[in-house]
Each structure stands twice: as structure tokens, then as C-alpha cells.
């Protein structure tokens, strides 16, 4: 079997795995930690609260704040549509004016 160079800032264990794989466990942790802290900011969580409970109500505000989001961008689309709209019967209104003006100047 050849040998494989491996970079000098991974470890590798006698399973293959690498040191990334613990980095990616405490990286979690981490963050399970930070959404705890952000929770209790915000709300005090119910006691006894898992860190899925917390995982499923952070969801729940992150799709309830897409939803608000998405009906204020409804809202501007429809908007936009009733000017493109105004300025649609506009432009209409403009070209016959445009073609009584012509016509009363060729007569």
C-alpha cells in the first residue's frame, strides 16, 4: 500500500476519523448553548425545556417571520400592479389625445 501525505494540522485516529469530527460536536454544543441564551433573552423557555423543544420553537418564530415577510411583499406587488395598472389606462388615454391632436392639425 502507498502512503498517504496527510496535512500536519489533522489528526487522524487510529478509525480514520479526523479531528473535525469532534470540532463539529462542540461547534453544536456551541450553538445549542447560543440558542439557549438567545431563548432566555427573549423569553424565559418553560422549564424543563429540550434543546429540540427550543430547535422547534426558534422554527416556528423563523416561519412565522417568513410568513409576515412574505404577505408585506404581497402587499408591494399588488401596489405595484394597481400603478402599472393606473399607468397602463394613462398611457391609453394619452395616445388618443395624441391621435385627436393629429388629426385636428392635418385638418
Known amino acids: ?9 489533522i489528526e487522524v485516529t487510529e478509525s480514520g476519523s479526523t479531528s473535525f469530527d469532534s470540532d463539529s460536536d462542540n461547534l453544536s454544543s456551541d450553538l445549542d448553548e447560543e440558542l439557549m441564551k438567545v431563548c432566555a433573552a427573549v423569553a424565559s423557555p418553560p422549564d424543563g425545556a429540550s434543546i429540540a423543544d427550543l430547535h422547534k420553537a426558534s422554527a416556528v418564530l423563523i416561519l ?18 394597481k400603478h402599472l395598472l393606473n399607468m397602463r389606462g394613462r398611457q391609453q388615454e394619452l395616445l388618443k389625445w395624441n391621435v385627436l391632436l393629429e388629426t385636428s392639425y392635418w385638418h
Do not use: F, N, W, Y
Open 1 to 9: 500500500m502507498s502512503q498517504q501525505h496527510v496535512p500536519e494540522d
Open 64 to 81: 412565522s417571520r417568513c410568513v409576515a415577510g412574505s404577505k408585506l411583499i404581497i402587499q408591494a406587488l399588488e401596489t405595484a400592479q
